[in-house]
């Protein structure tokens, strides 16, 4: 069985390497078959199948079949589970919930 933090991991992962943060940036501008990210980014299929499972096991990206390309876009849902994410574990929590520190 999974953690949460092993799913939320994958969030990290999928931002955490230029070439993912170059397809997340082409998928800005709307939907993408591969055959067009592959020539833009001057990658072998290999190397963006790769990084698209990357991207879409993490939910930012969604994936859709057209006979024997694949399209990707960007998930809203997957983009504002990110950024929650992100904020939740950047805000301090409450002084109650903190534990005091064994050497004082």
């Not at 939910?59 to 057209?66: A, K, L, T, Y």
Request: glycine share 6%; aromatic share 4%.
């Amino acid at each position: 069985m999974e953690t949460i933090h092993q799913n939320n991991a994958r969030v990290f992962k999928a931002l955490c390497d230029e070439k993912r943060l170059e397809i997340i940036e082409r998928l800005r501008s709307g939907e993408k078959c591969a055959c067009v990210l592959i020539e833009q980014m001057n990658i072998g299929q290999s190397g963006l199948s790769y990084h698209m499972k990357v991207l879409c096991d993490s939910g930012i990206v969604q994936s859709r079949q057209e006979g024997k390309w694949t399209h990707y876009k960007l998930s809203e849902s997957g983009r504002d589970y990110a950024v929650e994410l992100l904020k939740e574990l950047t805000t301090p929590v409450a002084e109650a919930e903190t534990q005091d520190c064994c050497c004082n």
